[in-house]
């Protein structure tokens, strides 16, 4: 009978509404992130620099998360949060139009347009989420689950241009085109199951269910502040794979579908974190027994990161290789636990801003530290870049025990 019940219970609505959340960012990730690993390497192709590259992926990655700010708030106040997912979702349309092209003035558009897009479609997708899941599973594994189906699709994703490659025998500007052109049914997919989703959701009343709660307004605390200052250092000087694929088309140490396929690998390490420390964060905040208990888990981060430009940058292949899977460690840690953290010390009505405002950090960071790591490779300096990213984790390594500090004297308050 236990068992009956079980079976009847499992798919609760939270559970419901995460699962489906997931497999659209699944979707939406076979798409863009697909882009994302074969990008650099087109545009090495077109004779593009890395420092423009590193630029203008730079530009677009602060874009993609400075408007989020814009949005977030403006989905919080009018409440109407399926708008941003269908306008957001919509511009991944740009991603298979890339293969239509050669000119730079548009692949800058377009590139920029994704990450737009993404901006668009976050925030209400995050703040809907976090508030299903905080009183239901645990925010932890809410966002934990979402990123390893998201990462399902970015691993699946990568293999189109691998197989493109393949089966074609070049890696030729064409076969880029064929594969960028390739993703206009992944895009469709995405798009008829948003409908769907769309559908269900409002018939069976799935939200309003868990989501129309009473919160306390409250005043974003010291500790969000200094979080948010350790994510942006942590990520000032984590190693965009721009840079890593750039440095390997660059120097001829793997074919173009090797270096599609290592990302897809570093996916997969990454769904696999996401899972793991995503449960961690949840273990860690009830054993603290405070809200902000579960931001301990993150005091590793700073330190993993330091190794990444000491691997990825290297001339060794297999190092690359170990490089790339705790570039996938690092990714799934920061878009569990730092997003998951977020809703854990914001109250919800401040918690579309508190997304924004840390996402324009975290935005501002991957500006500087591609921009600046793009224009430091150019110069053949990568003694430089693993001294950038030294300081920036050092940084983060002060902040963090800052952090501690008051995640501590919460435990104190709470009389643990």
Known sequence: MKKNNFRKNRFTPAITVIIIFGIISMMGDMVYETARSANSQYLNLLTISAAQVGLVFGIGEFLGYFLRLISGIISDKSGRHWPFMFLGYGMLVVVPVIGFTMNWNILIILILMERIGKALRSPAK????????????GVGFAFGLQEALDQIGAFIGPLIFTAVFYFSGENAITEYQSGYKLLIIPFVILMLF??????????????????EKKYH??????????????TFFCTLGFVNFSTVGYHLKANNMLSDGNITLIYSAAMIVDAIAALAVGKAYDRLKIKSGTRTGGILVLMGIPFITILLPILTLSNSTILIVIGMLVFGIVMGTHETVMRSAIADITPFYKRGTGYGVFNTSYGLALLGGAALMGLLYDLEKIGYIIALTCAAELIAIILYFKMSKIVRT???????
Request: avoid cysteine; aromatic fraction near 12%.
């Open 126 to 137: 995050d703040t809907i989420l976090s508030s299903v899941a905080e009183n239901q599973v």
């Open 194 to 211: 948003l409908t769907y989703a769309y559908r269900r959701i409002k018939r069976d009343k799935l939200i309003p269910a868990v989501v």
């Open 217 to 230: 307004s409250e005043k974003l605390r010291s500790v969000f502040w200094i979080y948010t200052a350790f």
């Open 410 to 416: 919460d435990v104190q308050s709470s009389g643990k």
